[in-house]
T-cell receptor, first 113, second 114 residues
Framework: GESVGLHLPTLSVQEGDNSIINCAYSNSASDYFIWYKQESGKGPQFIIDIRSNMDKRQGQRVTVLLNKTVKHLSLQIAATQPGDSAVYFCAEIPNSGYSTLTFGKGTMLLVSP | EAGVAQSPRYKIIEKRQSVAFWCNPISGHATLYWYQQILGQGPKLLIQFQNNGVVDDSQLPKDRFSAERLKGVDSTLKIQPAKLEDSAVYLC????????????FGPGTRLTVT
């Protein structure tokens, strides 16, 4: 069936480095994608979103890139901080007009000082 | 603005027992979701409510799971009887309505079935 998945289960970086977390999706009909951050013992927290008619969207220290040709999504975090350590999930909305999310498995980001 | 509230935060039960989780969404949010998150995986939607009506319960194991949102505000998710594979974190989320994609999640209830 359709699914959202991540390439790397764990990413370790040094404080101050830039981090890139990748995600592959298989449903070409999805028109909306979201990145969530989940810290230990907490629920997922919205980071940034992007619609399928966009290639790039920037937030504060984060950038999401969407490549529809290869069905690939990435989250870039600039100047990574220890507080960025968490599990990151990409999620897609497979049916336009409804808010049902399909989550991938997640990538753990470990930031060492 | 108060966030999504859930209780209890932790629950340990034996298999074949029953358990119930409670969720109070953000005030004014019409859409409420229950997710199951097994360790190491992303959340999986169990059921979605729009006010007090069910929008999607296609992934809810209806032989043992039930959920209600009688007054369109808070919600209860029940498991009866529990199985070992039900051990997971149960997350509640809410959004302003079903056409608004940003969902706000509660802290979750960690269920351990022994």
């Amino acid at each position: 069936g359709e699914s959202v998945g991540l390439h790397l289960p764990t990413l370790s970086v040094q404080e101050g480095d830039n981090s890139i977390i990748n995600c592959a999706y298989s449903n070409s009909a999805s028109d909306y994608f979201i990145w969530y951050k989940q810290e230990s013992g907490k629920g997922p927290q919205f980071i940034i979103d992007i619609r399928s008619n966009m290639d790039k969207r920037q937030g504060q220290r984060v950038t999401v890139l969407l490549n529809k040709t290869v069905k690939h999504l990435s989250l870039q975090i600039a100047a990574t901080q220890p507080g960025d350590s968490a599990v990151y999930f990409c999620a897609e909305i497979p049916n336009s007009g409804y808010s049902t999310l399909t989550f991938g498995k997640g990538t753990m980001l470990l930031v060492s000082p | 603005e108060a966030g999504v509230a859930q209780s209890p935060r932790y629950k340990i039960i034996e298999k074949r027992q029953s358990v119930a989780f409670w969720c109070n969404p953000i005030s004014g949010h019409a859409t409420l979701y229950w997710y199951q998150q097994i360790l190491g995986q992303g959340p999986k939607l169990l059921i979605q409510f729009q006010n007090n009506g069910v929008v999607d319960d296609s992934q809810l194991p209806k032989d043992r799971f039930s959920a209600e949102r009688l007054k369109g505000v808070d919600s209860t998710l029940k498991i009866q009887p529990a199985k070992l594979e039900d051990s997971a974190v149960y997350l509640c989320a809410s959004s302003f309505d079903s056409s608004v994609y940003e969902q706000y999640f509660g802290p979750g209830t960690r269920l351990t079935v022994t």
